[in-house]
């Protein structure tokens, strides 16, 4: 099993950025395909982005193409999304996840999840 613990969210201005990061304990990050979802108030859990095991292939929600950016570093065992020019529609608890898959759309897909952390990204 992993257990990823989701850290750096807060609050930032739209336009401004963002770096969450995802580390792990339990078995090594490097075995897993990695994801991220957001949830927003009132509103179901959505794919934000994904990034193979190895780190070379990486896809992303229509939504944020071309503002977000995965990536991973297995020598710390650390995923991260860099959040460019939020808006306030991004503002939601961002959650990472783990499939034994190397590739995963939906929360159906992931094996273990975080916690979470909440971004808030003011107008």
């Known amino acids: 099993q992993v257990h990823p613990v989701e850290s750096g969210g807060g609050l930032v201005q739209a336009g401004g950025s963002l770096r969450l990061s995802c580390a792990a304990s339990?078995?090594?990050?490097?075995?897993?395909?990695m994801g991220w979802f957001r949830q927003a108030p009132g509103k179901e859990r959505e794919f934000v982005a994904g990034?193979?095991?190895?780190?070379?292939?990486?896809y992303y929600a229509d939504s944020v193409k071309g503002r977000f950016t995965i990536s991973r570093d297995n020598a710390k065992n650390t995923v991260y999304l860099q959040m460019n020019s939020p808006n306030p529609g991004d503002t939601a608890v961002y959650y990472c996840a783990a499939t034994a898959s190397n590739y995963g759309l939906t929360t159906r897909d992931y094996d273990y999840w975080g916690r979470g952390t909440q971004v808030t990204v003011s107008s």
């Open positions: 339990g078995r090594t990050l490097s075995t897993y395909g």
């Open positions: 990034i193979s095991r190895s780190g070379s292939f990486t």
